[in-house]
């Protein structure tokens, strides 16, 4: 399975994000460390959480 995130620290931006954007994502991608495509649309749908009852109702 792979990670749920990364943490990338670069020396300066914007050309260290620039370089991790074109030199280690098509690694990581390549490795399926690096996800293309998601469940659903929001953040909780990405981590498969259920939408909590409505309090008002």
Sequence with gaps: MPPDGFN???P???SGLE???EQ?????RSKDLFR????GTT???HYGLPVP???FH
């Design 36 to 39: 293309e495509e998601y469940e």
């Design 53 to 55: 009852a409505n309090q």
């Design 12 to 14: 300066a931006l914007p």
């Design 43 to 45: 953040l909780r749908e």
């Design 19 to 21: 370089t991790f954007i």
């Design 8 to 10: 990338s620290m670069a």
């Design 24 to 28: 280690m994502l098509p690694i990581l």
